[in-house]
Antibody
């Protein structure tokens, strides 16, 4: 059974940093592109970033480029999102999802709240 | 960026009746390499992540009931639920994956009349 479990969310002040993790199991993690999608309260999902199965390609939405970094450790079956210079508008549930384009498996999400 | 616009916002449909949700993209999402439309549909229930229903505009994801179907091409797409069940009450999103940033529609909240 495919499982994706996010962790690392919480309350952080504006300008602060957080690192999200996503532990994957039940599939060959190193064979799949992986993606982070976020969803602000009461809003629709927003694609944030993705990374190729070997980590050689990465893409970001403009609003996070230069502040967020997506990475992965295939030996640990884990996906990461390093978030720096956080802003109030980054407040959202952050989901990791499998695949590059259409996302067939999602985690339950990790809530990130940016507030003073 | 490709803008995805859904309509209607909050339809109410009777149980057993057909429900139709529309999605329009600001430019064609036809993927030239395979001549398929890079359009997916998701269902989201409260407190849950989105669930993939349809991809390539009309391919049903494994395990999705066949009352769900997708159609359309180019810039205009439709998700149809042929006979609405109580468990279909949810918010539905379309998403384009032709080019980054991959963008979602604003959502359609489907309710029972």
């Amino acid at each position: 059974e495919v499982q994706l479990v996010e962790s690392g969310g919480g309350l952080v002040q504006p300008g602060g940093s957080l690192r999200l993790s996503c532990a994957a199991s039940g599939f060959s993690f190193s064979s799949f592109w992986m993606t982070w999608v976020r969803q602000a309260p009461g809003k629709g999902p927003e694609w944030v970033a993705n990374i190729k199965h070997d980590g050689s390609e990465k893409s970001y939405v403009d609003s996070v480029r230069g502040r967020f970094t997506i990475s992965r450790d295939n030996a640990k079956n884990s996906l990461y999102l390093q978030m720096n210079s956080l802003r109030a508008e980054d407040t959202a549930v952050y989901y990791c999802a499998r695949a590059k384009w259409n996302f067939d498996y999602w985690g339950q999400g990790s809530l990130v709240t940016v507030s003073s | 960026d490709i803008v995805m616009t859904q309509s209607p916002d909050s339809p109410a449909v009777s149980l057993g009746e057909r429900a139709t949700i529309n999605c329009k993209s600001s430019q064609s999402v036809l993927y030239s390499s395979n001549k398929k439309n890079s359009l997916a549909w998701y269902q989201q229930k409260p407190g849950q992540p989105p669930k993939l229903l349809i991809y390539w505009a009309s391919t049903r994801e494994s395990g999705v009931p066949d009352r769900f179907s997708g159609s359309g091409s180019g810039t205009d797409f439709t998700l149809t639920i042929s006979s609405l069940q109580a468990e279909d009450v949810a918010v539905y999103y379309c998403q384009q994956y032709l080019s980054t940033p991959y963008t979602f529609g604003q959502g359609t909240k489907l309710e029972i009349k």
